[in-house]
T-cell receptor
């Protein structure tokens, strides 16, 4: 069965410091990987995704994630965080077979950026 | 483009009462999903529709939860009777059909309905 594990439930960090949010997945079939962000009292927003090709994918607001097949990981990183990055981050895997597909989420990581 | 619309935004009910949530997906998205997000956890898929047919409802507590998607567009999720542990945010999402080029553009989520059962 497919699953996603986010290794840290909370990550406190000071503003302008680098951050890494860790994500590992398990799957016996090809997967597509996503990071979603959820700001307080808002819905889930797609941050970035890996479908194929370059293993390093980037978002428009400075986040990047690298797909590592051998380590079954898809860690999210940002070299310098801002207060506005404070949110819940969810790693997810899209399992696709034939004409069915679904998104399976990890437990989430709360990023707390402190001034 | 308009996003996924959900209503109501908040709902408070007493246990054993019934409640219904409504979702209108993005136009052209054939696949619709209902997720349950309990506080402190990641969203869990409850049910997935392809047009108006159910593709996956393996994690739907069918003794109390039901969902329908008439005409392959809007969907409703109902809980009857509600229990305290049903308190959660119920998220609706939609996507293009698996197998089509647009599927992996991603899933678009609504803002959710926050249910509190007291």
């Amino acid at each position: 069965a497919q699953s996603v594990t986010q290794l840290d439930s909370q990550v406190p960090v000071f503003e302008e410091a680098p951050v890494e949010l860790r994500c590992n997945y398990s799957s016996s079939v090809s997967v597509y990987l996503f990071w979603y962000v959820q700001y307080p009292n808002q819905g889930l927003q797609l941050l970035l995704k890996y479908l194929s090709g370059s293993t390093l994918v980037k978002s428009i607001n400075g986040f990047e994630a690298e797909f590592n097949k051998s380590q079954t990981s898809f860690h999210l990183r940002k070299p310098s965080v801002h207060i506005s990055d404070t949110a819940e981050y969810f790693c997810a895997v899209s399992v696709y077979s034939g004409n069915t597909g679904k998104l399976i989420f990890g437990q989430g990581t709360t990023l707390q950026v402190k001034p | 483009e308009a996003g996924v619309a959900q209503s109501p935004r908040y709902k408070i009910i007493e246990k054993r009462q019934s409640v219904a949530f409504w979702c209108n997906p993005i136009s052209g998205h054939a696949t619709l999903y209902w997720y349950q997000q309990i506080l402190g956890q990641g969203p869990k898929l409850l049910i997935q529709f392809q047009n108006n047919g159910v593709v996956d409802d393996s994690q739907l507590p069918k003794d109390r939860f039901s969902a329908e998607r008439l005409k392959g567009v809007d969907s409703t999720l109902k809980i009857q009777p509600a229990k305290l542990e049903d308190s959660a945010v119920y998220l609706c999402a939609s996507s293009f059909s698996p197998g089509t080029g647009g599927f992996h553009d991603g899933y678009t989520f609504g803002s959710g309905t926050r249910l509190t059962v007291v």
